[in-house]
């Protein structure tokens, strides 16, 4: 069992930044995936990015350049770095933990970014 606790989100200006945060605690472990997904209303959740336990990193092309995803092992943390903010990017940015290999899938609460025009 994986309990996942975001925090960082909140109201930012186009070109503006924010960092979210999300610990994980219960049992991490051994080649598994952190990362952060997305939903705006009326849409499907989609990923954002995400790193696994080996430092392999993945992204989507709308966030390339823009977004950096990160995390502390020894913390169970991963962070999203968040720069040149488009009010595109507003949603509700999920954790997510996944075991490679394994039907294994936790999220988080979520927590609301919205970036102003």
């Known amino acids: 069992q994986v309990q996942l606790v975001e925090s960082g989100g909140g109201l930012v200006q186009a070109g503006g930044s924010l960092r979210l945060s999300c610990v994980a605690s219960?049992?991490?472990?051994?080649?598994?995936?952190l990362g952060w997904y997305r939903q705006a209303p009326g849409k499907q959740r989609e990923l954002v990015a995400t790193?696994?336990?080996?430092?392999?990193?993945n992204y989507a092309d709308s966030v390339k350049g823009r977004f950096t995803i990160s995390r502390e092992n020894a913390k169970n943390t991963v962070l999203l770095q968040m720069n040149s903010l488009k009010p595109e990017d507003t949603a509700v940015y999920y954790c997510n933990y996944k075991r490679i290999g394994v039907v294994v899938d936790y999220w988080g609460q979520g927590t609301q970014v919205t970036v102003s025009s």
């Open positions: 219960g049992r991490i472990f051994g080649l598994n995936a």
């Open positions: 790193i696994t336990s080996i430092g392999t990193t």
